[in-house]
């Protein structure tokens, strides 16, 4: 597979990897803030959320398993653990979807959702993605959204491949 990269983006995708993932994966597709990573036959669209210095990183994606399966569940890995009870909800362009949180995560709630986040992301600038933290203030994480469209293509090929090579 071809790799694309644009090396300006390579060390802030290094970094949001080495804080992300501590099985190692390969990269193939970096823009912006996001990538498209293989770990194995798993691969994901992951991108990282705009710095925020009073709070950890953030990062939200879109994961595909060998076959296509799942097909593109969408995942945040929120800034500040939501607070028990409290709704999650990813804003992408102007399109709110309400997502199912646990603690620090939150994902998509079935194939259809996924879908509809996978195609307003195509063409939207931005994201947020925002709950309440467990002292009861509201959490934002910001995302750019240039460079996902190619991500998401990109994790999802690769791993359409690792399926046929199994």
């Known amino acids: 597979m071809r790799i694309a990269m644009n090396r300006l983006a390579l060390p802030s995708i290094a970094a949001a990897l080495t804080l992300a993932s501590p099985v190692s994966a390969s990269i193939t597709f970096a823009r912006g803030q996001w990538a498209a990573l293989q770990f194995d036959a798993r691969c994901e669209a992951r991108g990282r959320a705009l710095k925020n210095p009073r709070r950890p990183p953030a990062y939200a994606g879109f994961a595909f398993g060998p076959g296509g399966r799942p097909a593109g569940q969408f995942y945040a890995k929120l800034g500040r653990p939501a607070r028990a009870g409290s ?24 194939a259809r959702q996924q879908a509809a986040i996978i195609a307003a992301a195509r063409y939207a600038t931005g994201m947020r993605v ?37």
């Open 130 to 166: 925002e709950t309440r933290d467990t002292s009861g203030r509201r959490s934002i994480d910001r995302y750019p959204l240039d460079g996902a469209a190619t991500a998401i293509d990109a994790a999802a090929a690769a791993c359409a491949q690792a399926g046929k090579k199994r």
């Open 87 to 110: 709704t999650v909800i990813v804003t992408v362009g102007d399109q709110p979807f309400l997502l199912r949180g646990n603690g620090e995560w939150a994902w998509s709630r079935d």
